[in-house]
């Protein structure tokens, strides 16, 4: 239906985060670098979502929204970018999820880093 969300949506307090999954299989002439399935499904998801927080007098933002896509691959890009109420939405290598910051291929090395900074600077007070 129109209003069904794709993908797995977590909210806390007044952050949403949505996951949208998909499988990219290689072709014959090369490895895959599509991503227009993922895009539009994660498009779809985002216009369901404004359109109930609209319904019950809540706004999402495009400048506090961002997208991180989490894969191994090289060379990935959205060549539509991905709106909120027709607002291109920041392609970012990284973000913050609880406290957590998840990087586009799932390393810790962004997120050790910050906590060792965080810990130095208690230590250095």
């Known amino acids: 239906s129109k209003n ?7 909210g806390f307090a007044d952050d949403l985060s949505l996951l949208v999954t998909t499988s990219m299989k290689p072709s014959k002439a090369g490895p895959a670098t599509d991503i ?3 895009r539009d499904a994660t498009q779809k998801g985002l216009n369901a979502i404004n359109r109930w927080c609209k319904s019950v007098g809540l706004k999402l933002s495009a400048l506090k929204s961002h997208v991180v896509i989490f894969t191994h691959r090289k060379n990935i890009t959205i060549k539509d970018p991905i709106k909120i109420g027709g607002k291109p939405i920041d392609v970012v290598s990284s973000t913050k999820f609880l406290g957590i910051t998840l990087d586009s291929k799932l390393n810790w090395n962004e997120h050790v880093t910050n906590q060792i900074k965080k810990c130095k600077n208690i230590l250095m007070q």
Do not use: F, N
């Not at 069904?4 to 977590?10: A, R, Y």
């Open 4 to 10: 069904k969300i794709p993908g797995d949506l977590q």
């Open 36 to 38: 227009l399935p993922l």
